[in-house]
């Protein structure tokens, strides 16, 4: 059955800032955060609802927005970005972020061909990578997966074990490049870091490992501490075989979005 495609999408913020996470951190990026969430983290910071208006950096990296009414269509989003992404400004990728982008995948199947070819730039996404159908819908548009894996010690919600090993073995499958983030808080429990370690190594991918610590967020601020992090580190880095990483998210120290 042919799956309806949307010209339209709710997106709460579109703005230029510098990545702030996982292996590409530093980069310059058009973000465009998204609208919903089907998941409800504990360390969330983000809204998970549809908003009335979205959020447009009126001067790439100015902080000061202006609000455009929702839904925002394809080509209002397109001809948004590509002024941002002008002559004066040169941004190394798109990213899409939310919420979780790909409760909206239906709209990023038109969208992301016309803005690979329009704006000329790689595409990375964020996602909580437990929705393996909704990705396979757009995954050959994709240049890069930034895909979490839920501990639900952390996160307070059911464990996605098995969305999340059906996801890996798409990005295996497709070759695309990704990297896994882990947030970690104090609530990290061994027997869900070994599961896991366990998840990643059978999927075969050798995608980087990264370690998030949680950052304090209005809804908890259960941060762990810089010596549970590193036992952490070790045990998964045992438990794969090779390097883990620990990076905590830079842009929140820079008073960035
Ligand atoms: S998956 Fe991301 S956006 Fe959704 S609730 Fe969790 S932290 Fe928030």
Redesign the pocket.
């Known amino acids: 059955m042919a799956v309806k495609k949307q010209n339209s999408a709710f997106v709460s913020e579109i703005f230029s800032s510098v990545q702030g996470e996982g292996i590409h951190i530093g980069r310059r990026q058009l973000f465009v955060r998204f609208c919903e969430?089907?998941?409800?983290?504990l360390?969330?910071?983000?809204p998970?609802k549809r908003t009335e208006t979205v959020a447009v950096e009126r001067e790439p990296g100015s902080g000061v927005f202006k609000q455009v009414k929702n839904p925002v269509s394809v080509q209002r989003l397109l001809t948004v970005l590509e002024k941002m992404n002008g002559p004066n400004f040169a941004h190394d990728d798109l990213f899409i972020t939310?919420?979780?982008p790909l409760l909206q995948a239906g709209f990023l199947e038109t969208f992301l061909p016309q803005a690979r070819l329009r704006l000329d730039l790689p595409v990375h996404l964020e996602t909580?990578g437990d929705l393996p159908e909704e990705f396979r819908r757009v995954s050959e548009w994709i240049d890069h997966v930034l895909m979490?894996i839920?501990l639900p010690s952390v996160?307070g919600e059911q464990d996605a074990w098995e969305e999340h090993r059906a996801f890996l073995d798409l990005i295996e499958a497709e070759e695309i490049g990704s990297t896994i983030k882990l947030v970690v808080s104090t609530d990290t429990s061994e027997p869900d870091l070994i599961e896991a370690a366990e998840l990643i190594h059978a999927s075969g991918t050798q995608s980087a490992v990264v370690l998030q610590p949680m950052t304090a967020a209005s809804k908890t601020d259960r941060v762990p501490t810089a010596r549970q992090v590193l036992t952490w580190q070790a045990q998964m880095a045992v438990a794969l075989g090779r390097s883990v990483r620990v990076i905590p998210q830079c842009h929140k120290m820079m008073g960035l979005l």
């Open positions: 969430c089907h998941r409800n983290c360390y969330c910071d983000t998970l939310g919420g979780e909580s979490d839920k996160t």
